[in-house]
T-cell receptor, first 109, second 113 residues
Framework: RKEVEQDPGPFNVPEGATVAFNCTYSNSASQSFFWYRQDCRKEPKLLMSVYSSGNEDGRFTAQLNRASQYISLLIRDSKLSDSATYLCAVKTGTYKYIFGTGTRLKVLA | DGGITQSPKYLFRKEGQNVTLSCEQNLNHDAMYWYRQDPGQGLRLIYYSQIVNDFQKGDIAEGYSVSREKKESFPLTVTSAQKNPTAFYLC????????????FGNGTRLTVT
């Protein structure tokens, strides 16, 4: 079993739709969690950290479920510009970050 | 603006040649990392360094070497021993804080023929 798993997609959604991605992790001692956005042939860029109580940044909401060992990302009112690959990252030690393989999102006009 | 600079953006080499990828950061981060990304495989850790003059192997260190002579710099050498060097290489850094995310440079795309 991979340490961090994501559904690769693609998720094809119409503009304005709400879409959610999950990311499961296997190490219960994992400390910190992050969502990154990666555009084609570009570097990953931090979208948001994921806090225990859940957090929101505009149209984006991140949740952490420690009991079931997954994090989620919800995107409301999808825009064409949201089309990208979304990577989750799990920090399991002071210097150990493990990434999922990413979920591709295509927002259709 | 603080950030991580990788150079060059694109690099082409013949098989059998060593090549060095540059990574410089001005974020005053202690830790620096090198990842490799191949299509459909996500990010895989090559090497990381917690402090100057110290570094540790990651999951796929074979065929690579690094140095950390300055806090700001963490160059990666892809040697001729690396069997499949063509990939997208990403340098990253982080602070020591508990919930510090990784910050990435803009990557170097290496093609070896």
């Amino acid at each position: 079993r991979k340490e961090v798993e994501q559904d690769p997609g693609p998720f094809n959604v119409p503009e304005g739709a709400t879409v959610a991605f999950n990311c499961t992790y296997s190490n219960s001692a994992s400390q910190s969690f992050f969502w990154y956005r990666q555009d084609c042939r570009k570097e990953p860029k931090l979208l948001m950290s994921v806090y225990s109580s859940g957090n929101e940044d505009g149209r984006f909401t991140a949740q952490l479920n420690r009991a079931s060992q997954y994090i989620s990302l919800l995107i409301r009112d999808s825009k064409l510009s949201d089309s990208a690959t979304y990577l989750c990252a799990v920090k399991t030690g002071t210097y150990k970050y493990i990434f999922g393989t990413g979920t591709r999102l295509k927002v259709l006009a | 603006d603080g950030g991580i600079t990788q150079s060059p953006k694109y690099l082409f080499r013949k098989e059998g040649q060593n090549v060095t990828l540059s990574c410089e950061q001005n974020l005053n981060h202690d830790a620096m990392y090198w990842y490799r990304q191949d299509p459909g495989q996500g990010l895989r850790l090559i090497y990381y360094s917690q402090i100057v003059n110290d570094f540790q192997k990651g999951d796929i260190a074979e065929g690579y070497s690094v140095s950390r002579e300055k806090k700001e710099s963490f160059p990666l050498t892809v040697t001729s021993a690396q069997k499949n060097p063509t990939a997208f290489y990403l340098c990253a850094s982080s602070s020591r804080s508990y919930n510090s995310p990784l910050h990435f440079g803009n990557g170097t795309r290496l093609t070896v023929t």
